[in-house]
């Protein structure tokens, strides 16, 4: 059984910094895929960052510049750092990665808040 765990949600002001991390945890064979998401209330989920197991990276336009994606592979780990956050940063932000442990399929994070004020 897979779990992935996110810490590092909160409360930030606008042009602030926070830092997520979500680690994978369980049978785990090989991560390939580590990825950010991300929910604001009425809007569907969208991708924020994904990075593959050799370290390149994706990022969304709308965080391009002020979001870092990065991965420690020995430790199962993906990370966000955040910066310069804007009050449209503000979501529900989860955490996803393709795994092989029983076959292979996405798992998710139970999620963490992200709250930008003005």
């Known amino acids: 059984q897979v779990q992935l765990m996110e810490s590092g949600g909160g409360l930030v002001q606008a042009g602030g910094s926070l830092r997520l991390s979500c680690a994978a945890s369980?049978?785990?064979?090989?991560?390939?895929?580590m990825g950010w998401y991300r929910q604001a209330p009425g809007k569907q989920r969208e991708l924020v960052a994904t990075?593959?197991?050799?370290?390149?990276?994706n990022y969304a336009d709308s965080v391009k510049g002020r979001f870092t994606i990065s991965r420690d592979n020995a430790k199962n780990t993906v990370y966000l750092q955040m910066n310069i956050l804007k009050p449209e940063d503000t979501a529900v932000y989860y955490c996803n990665a393709f795994i092989w442990s029983s076959g292979y399929r996405d798992y998710w994070g139970q999620g963490t808040q992200v709250t930008v004020s003005t």
């Open positions: 369980g049978s785990i064979f090989k991560i390939y895929t």
């Open positions: 990075i593959i197991s050799g370290g390149s990276t």
